[in-house]
């Protein structure tokens, strides 16, 4: 069976699973502090195709690749700046070989941590840092571009630009929110779900979202907003497996996998389309998720 279009799929009325968090299971294997997490993609290979594999067993239908800070400018804190095309290629060709001939790979793009606003680069800048790491993870067998953990306007536009412009994968572009005193939500820049979907989608975005920083609940009432604000954009959600306690100096994620499909159908009433896990969340959520949704 082919796999088509992510976009089809939606248009056909399927509810998409994707998968959970790579950083956390990449440190249950063994990345330390301090390590480029990126690296393992060439250095420990074996370890990050079971991290992928693990999540298609769990039952999702797409996943993501270890290269949120695959950006020259993430890279370069680790002398790896010279390695961007190398290190992506081989993030996408990992998860590819994972998601086989039926599943979706939408490769991560994560924040560059620099700040037009600062002066510290323009956005021709960015969108250069950008298209370099976006064509290596379309060479390496991307079907998505998921640019992600945006809270910049300028920023996203960006990415979701020079995936446009040079690749012909499809785009997905989500933020990040935190809940203000006022009940609103917001993101670090002062963005709301409202001007972020509207933004996503004026750059060119396919599918609009949000990830991290938030659990199922919370999710909902930011989906039911981005509906309102894009009624025809499919919205995908990443939710963290609750927020997190800091228990014993570690940072515990309270949310099982029961207590995150519990939220599925209230998600999906608000306008989800494709729903996976972020931070704290595992194979045993998706798979859970997975279950909810059929």
């Known amino acids: 069976m082919s796999r088509g279009k992510i976009l089809e799929a939606v248009k056909a009325r399927r509810i998409l699973v994707s998968d959970g968090a790579w950083g956390t299971f990449l440190q249950k294997k063994g990345l330390q502090p301090g390590e480029c997490p990126e690296l393992w993609c060439v250095t420990h290979r074996a370890d990050v195709l079971d991290i992928a594999k693990s999540y298609i067993a769990a039952g999702a239908d797409m996943i993501e690749t270890d290269s949120f800070g695959g950006t020259r400018y993430k ?20 998860s590819r070989e ?44 991307a079907d998505g571009i998921c640019v992600e953990t945006m809270t910049a306007l300028d920023e996203a536009a960006a990415a979701v630009r020079a995936a446009r412009e040079n690749t012909s994968c499809e785009v997905i572009c989500t933020f990040t929110f935190d809940r203000t005193q006022s009940g609103e939500y917001r993101t670090m820049m002062g963005v709301s779900p409202t ?50 306690k800091s228990v014993g100096g570690v940072d515990i994620f309270p949310e099982t996998p029961e207590d995150m499909a519990a939220r599925v159908p209230a998600l999906v009433a608000a306008g989800a389309n494709i729903i996976g896990g972020c931070c704290g969340t595992t194979p045993a959520h998706i798979a859970a998720i997975r279950a909810a949704v059929a």
């Open 75 to 94: 890279l370069q804190h680790y002398g790896l700046a010279d390695r961007v095309a190398e290190i992506n290629r081989a993030a996408a060709a990992i």
């Open 98 to 141: 994972a998601a086989g001939p039926e599943r979706w790979v939408i490769a991560s793009v994560g924040p560059t941590g620099q700040m037009t606003l600062m002066g510290d680069v323009t956005e021709e800048d960015l969108q250069n840092a950008f298209k370099e790491q976006i064509v290596a993870l379309a060479a390496g067998g």
């Open 195 to 244: 001007d972020a979907a509207k933004a996503a989608i004026e750059a060119g975005a396919h599918i609009i979202g949000t990830n991290c920083g938030n659990g199922m609940e919370r999710m909902v009432d930011i989906v039911r907003e981005m509906r309102a604000a894009a009624p025809h954009a499919p919205i995908l959600v990443h939710a963290n497996a609750g927020l997190p």
